[in-house]
Nanobody, 129 residues
Framework: QVQLMESGGGLVQSGGSLRLSCAASGLALDYYAVGWFRQAPGKEREGVSCISISTVGTTYYADSVKGRFTTSRDNAKKTVYLQMNTLKPEDTAVYYC?????????????????????WGQGTQVTVSS
């Protein structure tokens, strides 16, 4: 059974940092691109970042997080990370990871939810001002 489990969320002050983890089981994560999405109350789920398979290595970020967030992967641990620095109150949301079986992120479409086949349950990130 495929499972993605996010962790690392919490409450942090504006300007602080958090590192989210997305641990996979039941699939060979090496062959998947992994996206991070977030959904704030009353808003649609939006793409935050995407990381391609290691042999390609490309990453993409939403303009709103570029320069502050970094995604990385550790295939041996079957885990993908989202390092979030200089957090702002507008980053408050539930953060989800998801797998893209195409394996390669494309800048023009990485944010499209329909490309992803497996989703985690989400982890809450709250940034206080």
């Amino acid at each position: 059974q495929v499972q993605l489990m996010e962790s690392g969320g919490g409450l942090v002050q504006s300007g602080g940092s958090l590192r989210l983890s997305c641990a996979a089981s039941g699939l060979a994560l090496d062959y998947y691109a992994v996206g991070w999405f977030r959904q704030a109350p009353g808003k649609e789920r939006e793409g935050v970042s995407c990381i391609s398979i290691s042999t390609v290595g490309t990453t993409y970020y939403a303009d709103s997080v570029k320069g502050r967030f970094t995604t990385s992967r550790d295939n041996a641990k079957k885990t993908v990370y989202l390092q979030m620095n200089t957090l702002k109150p507008e980053d408050t949301a539930v953060y989800y990871c998801a797998t893209d079986p195409r394996g390669i992120c494309t800048g023009s479409v990485y944010h499209m939810k329909e490309l992803y086949d497996n989703w985690g349950q989400g982890t809450q990130v709250t940034v206080s001002s």
